[in-house]
């Protein structure tokens, strides 16, 4: 296998699971919450599609669901607590790293100008927006949020974000078993919606970081 072909299917929520069962999966979901090589992985769509696959194909996921959200919120908990980390020893230097493949400093100031509109809430709301739910726990970090405060809303955002999202895939896989034969089409309207809502808080956060003072 090829490395591009392994990064295509690092962001296919089905092969993840296939090839890497709970454990690359639960790797995933931590590495997405904090980890600055995080942010292009699947979110939404493999909490999703995990909860489908573990309802409708038990040979690929064989855990009762109750333990899978479980986990997947630990996982996600615990990956924002190491990007908050990160962010803490790393400290105000990150606005002025260099751009590469895996960072851009776009993402940490539309991230920034989220902070600076909802707080500490950041750290729930951003769990619904691909990038921001990345940098949004490196971002307090570095900004020295209170941990105690960083870590309610980091315990809050998880369960908030995985265990709707996991059980509606569950709850559709156990009524209508047939729709994995679509989980194409599913991921694919993932891409668009979270693609859609990504660039439109982009461009939003974009003007507002432009307006004179």
Known sequence: MTVIEFLKDLMNPESIIH?????????????????????????????????????????????????????MILAAIAGSTAGYYFGYKIGPPIFNKEDSVLFNKKYVTMTRSFYEKHGGKTLILGRFLPIIRTFAP???????????????????????????????????????????????????????????????????????LSKPE
């Open 138 to 208: 490196i971002l307090a970090g570095v900004i020295r949020v209170d941990f105690k405060n960083f870590f309610m809303f980091n315990i809050i955002g998880a369960i908030l974000w995985v265990s709707p999202l996991s059980l509606a895939g569950y709850y559709l896989g156990h009524q209508f078993p047939e729709i994995k034969e679509f989980l194409g089409y599913i991921i694919g309207g993932f891409i668009v919606i979270t693609t859609v809502i990504l660039t439109r808080t982009y461009i939003r956060e974009k003007r507002k």
């Open 19 to 71: 090839f890497g069962g709970l454990a690359l999966l639960l790797g995933i979901v931590f590495a997405e919450n904090g980890l600055a090589i995080g942010f292009f992985l699947p979110g939404d769509s493999l909490i999703f599609i995990s909860g489908l696959v573990c309802s409708t194909q038990p040979q690929l996921l064989d855990i009762h669901i109750f333990w899978l959200v479980l986990f």
